[in-house]
Structure formats: structure tokens, C-alpha cells
């Protein structure tokens, strides 16, 4: 389970989280939407503790982590896997090594586990046979994939996503939408999904919540939050600049 | 107090205090035997074999021109043979480690900061936290062994070919006598300079990794921000290499004659 406290967050002087509550239960999938800039990666990286809060608390199965420190974390850590907006693999290794970090990095497995291993993570992103390839030579869809595989590759019990869909084609988009929903059906791990991708958030998402000036401004299930009525989630989901507008 | 904190003191300061916590960090990492013990060899490798040319090329035309230098002052006063005597001393005990920790900042420091700090602009370091991996422990801590085990190794090169080259110069440009030249240098030159030099070394590579990863960690976003830790790391280095020469020399001095 992970829940927030009156979670506050800013950055010089800008005010980015004002009293964060959050809670997600374990199995549950949650899209957080939110305008850009509006603190959604800044929320999610908090999650894992990458950025610590101003004040108030983050708790990952009733303990905090807010005053861990980065060796502390490390238990923590292996329970979650994070697959980054910019995938953010290891330049100067192959996708294989990639995938492989994890396990090697916990010395528990055999060479051979981990060779059976990577091919089984490898094939559940739809990418088998690029265990040579480097992540250079791979398109941004691809990559993401490889960061989901790299995430998942050592099963863990929370998957945070974080912008999975930006600057991707719809296509592509919808396969990885598709790609996150099997993760979390087969893996049956607690999801947690930053977009601004409408699309994603409605498929992906047991629950929706929004973030708007700081705070959670709308937490509901997709067919209510995309039924709402009111205004700033309307406009949000409608996607016009100007709350007055309508699209026509 | 905040005056103070907010000058290029405060940030001076604030910078040592943050390499001295990565120091501690990675003593700490050491005890926990976690390091990616891989990656140090490759760190040898590419810090100890790959800066070959530069040590080499540096040892040999600083012991040439000091060599030479030495031999147009002392000539004047008929002391010649003892030319090779005080290229030892001073290739063993200053040139040699200074030298070589000056060229390899230019060529390993700037290569760790550019290195790390792209990672971090990119999210691999944040990647290598959420794969629950300390980034002290496979970044850091590797990169300081290798550099502290591969500087002495390169010093030790470059002191021999600069002797070596000196002595070339001495012998067979300017006509010194080679026999009382090698046995000046020999009685001048005591194991006590190689240890001195060898020290020094050892020390140079630590402060090397550690200001080029410090950099590269706490480099700023974007092209300009990695530019920018690699110039530092490379400045800053060689700043604390020249500073802290003085005070190693003063206190390995005093170590020395304690022991003897």
C-alpha cells in the first residue's frame, strides 16, 4: 500500500505539491493526470523516494520513507520498478545487459536464470531477438518497452509508469496502454500511471485521480471521472485552453 | 552568517563539505562490499592503460627539460654530475606525481564528470536508484579504486622515463659523465623520495575521482550543465592537486623524519 500525507513540494519559489493525500491499495492500477508542469513526475518520484518532500510523509506499507536514507532506500526500492518518461537506459550497455542490471546487481542468480530470465521479460514487451541490440539503435516506443521489461524483469510489487505514452504515435501509444494493462493483469502488481494521455488514463487506471494546483483536486473511478461535470476536470478532459470554450 | 553562505566562500565550502559526505559515503560502500567489482577493472583499464601516451610523453619532456635547465645552471659552476641527482629528487618527490595527476584530471576527471554527469541529465542515475542499486556503489566507489590503485602505477612510469630521458639528454646531448652522474643521482635519490612521490600519487588519484564524480552527480540539467561539471572537475582538481602538494610535501616531510 502507499499513501501520502499532506505531501508539500517546491522548487525555489515555485509551489509544486501543497498538501498531497494519496492512498493506493496493493493490486489497485491509479492514473494521476494533471496539466504539464503541474507535478505529477515531481508526486510519482516521491513515491520512491528520488526527490524527498518539504514535509509531510510517504508511506509504503505503513513505513515511512521520508527520513530513510539512500542506503535505507535500497530495501525499499526493491520493491518497486519504474519505467522513466525518457525510458532512461544505460547508453553503454546492450538491451540485454539493460534487462539483466537487476538480477545481476542481487547476485542470487545463475547466468543461465538470467539469460531465461531476460528472454522471458523481453517477450512479454513483444521484443525478442533485440537482446544485442543497443539502445541507440531503438525507436522511442522500443525503448520504453525495454525500460518496462527492465522494470518488471525482477518482479516487483509496484510498477510506476511515468509519462508512458508521451511523444509516441497513437499506435504505438495504444500498444504500450495495451502492454501496461497485461503487465498488471499477469503480474498482478499495484500500478501507478502519470499521464496526460486521456486515452491511457481511462484504459490503464482502476481509479483516476487528478491533480490540479498542487493538490488532489478529483479521485474516481474512469467512467465517473470522465462524466464529470465540473469545470477544471471538463476542461481538462476536454482539452480546450479556455475553461469558457467548448469544443465544437 | 548568510551573507557569507550566499559568496563563492559559502559555495566553496559547501562543495568540499559535499565531496567530504561522498568520501564518507563511499568508505561506507567499501565496508558493505557491494561495489561493482567489474567495473573496476574496466576503470584500471581505462584510466591506467589509456593514459599511457600522455603520462609517458609528459614524464619524458619534463625530465628532458629539467634535465636540461639543471645542467645550464650547474655547468656555470662546474657541478655538472650532479645534474641526474636533482632530476631524481625532484622527478620522484614533485614533478613525477604532480605532473602525472595534472595531465590524468585533464584526461580522467573530465572524462568521469562528462561521464556521470550525462547520466544524470539523462535519468540513469535516478534509473539506478530505482533499481535499488546505490549509485555510490557502482558509480563512485570503482572509479576511486581504480584511480587511486592507477595513478601511483602511472607515476612510477612517468618518474622512470623521465630519469631515463634526462639522463639521454645528459649524457649523450650535453656530454655529462654518465658513470658519476648515476652514482650522484643514486646517493641523492632515497627510497624516501619514491615513497614521498608514491604518496602523493595515491592521494592525487583519490582527489581526482572524487571532485570528477562529485561534478558529474551534482551537475546542473541540460548540454550546458554537463560542460560546465566537466570544465569544473577539471579545475577544481587540479587546484586541490597543487594545493594539497604543499601540505603533503610539509607533512611527509615530518612523517620522514619521525621514521628515520
Redesign the interface.
Known sequence: MIETRQLKKSFDTQLVLDGVDLRIESGESVAIIGRSGGGKSVLLKHLIALLQPDSGDVLINGESIVRMNERQLLRIREKFGMVFQSAALFDSMTVAENVAFPLIRKKKFTPGEIEQRVTAALAMVDLPGTQKKNPAELSGGMRKRVGLARAIVYEPQILLYDEPTTGLDPIVADSIDKLIIRVRDQLKVTSVVVTHDMRTARRVGNRVLMLHEGKIYANAAPEEFFASQDPVVRQFIDGVADAKETIL | MKFLAETWVGEWLTGLGRIAALAR?AV?SLL?FKVAWRDLLYQIYFIGIKSQSVVLVTGAFTGMVLGAQTYFQFHKIKMDTATLAVVGVSMCSELGPVLTALMVSGRVGAAIAAEIGT?RV???I??L??????P?D?LVVPRLLASMIALPLLTIESITIGIGASYLVGVYLLGIDPVYSWYNMLKYTGDIDVFIGLTKAFVYGGIIALVGCYKGMSCSVGAQGVGRATTEAVVYSSIAILISNFFLTLALQRVVVMLL
Not at chain 2, 129 to 134: F, K, M, Y
Open positions: 559515503e561506507m558493505t547520466m539523462t535519468e540513469q535516478d534509473a536508484r530505482t533499481l535499488a542499486t546505490h555510490v557502482y
